[in-house]
Nanobody, 115 residues
């Protein structure tokens, strides 16, 4: 069984920064892809950023240049550094990992960008 535990969400003003963490219950290199998705009220869940086991990253156009996905293999943790936050970044952010053909999701962490 794989567990993903997110942390780091909260309330931040526009232009501010937050760093989300996703701690995995096993080596992050055992996952083909790990990443972050988000879901705003009334909208579908959307991809934010991913990182493969080989280190290749991918970002949604809406966050390119502002968000950075990274990992720490010693801590089995993937991070999402979010800078220059905008109100439209407000959403529940979910950590995702693919283990073989099986997807796993964290419980989600709320990010609210508001004055």
């Amino acid at each position: 069984q794989v567990q993903l535990v997110e942390s780091g969400g909260g309330l931040v003003q526009p232009g501010g920064s937050l760093r989300l963490s996703c701690a995995a219950s096993r080596s992050i290199f055992s996952f083909g892809v790990m990443g972050w998705y988000r879901q705003a009220p009334g909208k579908q869940r959307e991809l934010v950023a991913t990182i493969t086991s080989g280190g290749t990253t991918n970002y949604a156009d809406s966050v390119k240049g502002r968000f950075t996905i990274s990992r720490d293999s010693a801590k089995n943790t993937v991070y999402l550094q979010m800078n220059s936050l905008k109100s439209e970044d407000t959403a529940v952010y979910y950590c995702h990992a693919s283990f073989g053909l099986t997807p796993y999701w964290g419980q989600g962490t709320q990010v609210t960008v508001s004055p």
